[in-house]
C-alpha cells in the first residue's frame, strides 16, 4: 500500500528537490499557482509553489527506503511526527491533482489587488502622486478608482499598474 508524505525542501529549492526525486524514481507531487507579483511597477504572472518549502512524495509501505530523500539536493527533511515520517491524509493529493487546471497544472487564485473602499495611490499616469478609493476591478489589467476631483467624485477607469496602496 502507498502512502503520500510530505517533504520539506530548502528555501525556493521546492523545484531542485522534485527533479531530484524524480531522477531517483519517486513519484513527487508539486503543487503550483498562479499568482501576480508587481516588479518594476508592472504587475506580472508567476508561477510559484503552493505550499512554499514542501511537496509530497509517495512511497511503497517497505519496498523502497526513504533514507535518500534526506540527502537529496533541495531536500531538507522528510515531515516527521515522533521520528517516524508523518503521512498525508488519504484523498489530499489527488484532490490537489484534480482541482488544479488541467492546462498548466497550475491553481489559480483570483486574488483582488486591493479591496473596496481601500485608499490608494497613483504611482504612473497623469494622475501620479493623487489617492483615491479603489472600488473594483474593471477587466484584466483595468481597474475602477474614486477620485475626488474639482468638487466631486468621480469613477476613473484606469491601469491597474498605476496604484500602490496609500500608505
Same mark, same amino acid.
Given at each position: 500500500?502507498? %502512502?503520500?508524505?510530505?517533504?520539506?525542501?530548502?528555501? +525556493?529549492?521546492?523545484?531542485?528537490?522534485?527533479? &531530484?526525486?524524480? &531522477?531517483?524514481?519517486?513519484?513527487? =507531487?508539486?503543487?503550483?499557482?498562479?499568482?501576480?507579483?508587481?516588479?518594476?511597477?508592472?504587475?506580472?504572472?508567476?508561477?510559484?509553489?503552493? @505550499?512554499?518549502?514542501y511537496?509530497?512524495?509517495? /512511497?511503497?509501505?517497505?519496498?523502497?527506503?526513504? /533514507?535518500?530523500?534526506?540527502?537529496?539536493?533541495g531536500?531538507?527533511?522528510l515531515?516527521?511526527?515522533?521520528?517516524?515520517?508523518?503521512?498525508?491524509? +488519504?484523498?489530499?493529493?489527488?484532490?490537489?491533482?484534480?482541482?488544479?487546471?488541467?492546462?498548466?497544472? =497550475? %491553481?489559480?487564485?483570483?486574488?483582488?489587488? @486591493?479591496?473596496?473602499?481601500?485608499?490608494?495611490?497613483?504611482?504612473?499616469?497623469?494622475?501620479? #502622486?493623487?489617492?483615491?478609493? @479603489?472600488?473594483?476591478?474593471? #477587466?484584466?489589467?483595468?481597474?475602477?478608482?474614486?477620485?475626488?476631483?474639482?468638487?466631486?467624485?468621480?469613477?476613473?477607469?484606469?491601469?491597474?499598474?498605476?496604484?500602490?496602496? /496609500?500608505?
Amino acid at each position: 500500500m502507498s %502512502h503520500w508524505h510530505a517533504v520539506l525542501c530548502k528555501p +525556493r529549492r521546492e523545484a531542485v528537490a522534485e527533479a &531530484n526525486l524524480r &531522477n531517483q524514481g519517486f513519484d513527487v =507531487c508539486l503543487p503550483r499557482m498562479m499568482g501576480l507579483r508587481r516588479k518594476a511597477g508592472r504587475w506580472e504572472q508567476i508561477i510559484e509553489p503552493l @505550499f512554499p518549502r514542501y511537496l509530497f512524495l509517495n /512511497a511503497e509501505d517497505g519496498e523502497r527506503s526513504l /533514507a535518500p530523500v534526506r540527502s537529496t539536493p533541495g531536500v531538507t527533511d522528510l515531515v516527521r511526527f515522533c521520528g517516524a515520517p508523518a503521512p498525508v491524509p +488519504r484523498g489530499v493529493v489527488e484532490a490537489l491533482r484534480d482541482s488544479a487546471d488541467p492546462e498548466t497544472g =497550475c %491553481h489559480r487564485f483570483k486574488k483582488a489587488l @486591493f479591496a473596496t473602499g481601500e485608499r490608494v495611490r497613483f504611482a504612473a499616469g497623469p494622475f501620479a #502622486g493623487l489617492e483615491g478609493v @479603489f472600488d473594483m476591478e474593471s #477587466g484584466e489589467a483595468r481597474v475602477i478608482v474614486l477620485l475626488e476631483l474639482l468638487g466631486k467624485t468621480n469613477r476613473l477607469t484606469v491601469s491597474r499598474d498605476w496604484l500602490v496602496a /496609500a500608505g
